[in-house]
């Protein structure tokens, strides 16, 4: 079951490692399956909140880009505000999850999420610029 587990997270986290670049490499994907296994035998107690961090992440992004498209509109005070508090989520669900992972875990979580969050942060930046 365990092990049934860590090839399960992998894929995911390969999957979303994908979705971050917008392509599928090869080196990714042997990169992967030369990897040990990702996660602990808790593996999963945590993939309902990796999914739910990646949704969330999904809504923020998607909140951020309505906000930029309604820039110099009435309606762009209520969209950044909508998008931070969005992003404020993520980031807090994130810390959350890492802040309850055994350290092996933990390194492999913010190895693969790590930089979708410093992304969000980043957009959320140009947002409120």
Do not use: H
């Not at 992003?87 to 810390?95: A, E, H, I, S």
């Amino acid at each position: 079951m365990a092990d049934s587990a860590r090839r399960v997270l992998g894929f995911f986290i390969e999957a979303s490692r994908r979705a971050v670049n917008g392509s599928c490499t090869q080196r990714a994907s042997a990169w992967s399956s030369r990897r040990a296994a990702p996660f602990s035998s808790a593996a999963d107690d945590y993939s309902s909140d990796l999914d739910d961090i990646n949704s969330k992440f999904a809504e923020a992004r998607e909140e951020i880009e309505l906000a930029m498209e309604s820039k110099e509109t009435v309606y762009f005070n209520e969209e950044a505000q909508t998008a931070r508090e969005a992003v404020q989520v993520v980031l807090q669900k994130y810390q959350a999850l890492v802040e309850r992972l055994p350290e092996p875990d933990k390194g492999s979580v913010q190895r693969s999420m790590g930089l979708k969050m410093e992304q969000l942060k980043a957009e959320l930046d140009q947002l409120n610029t």
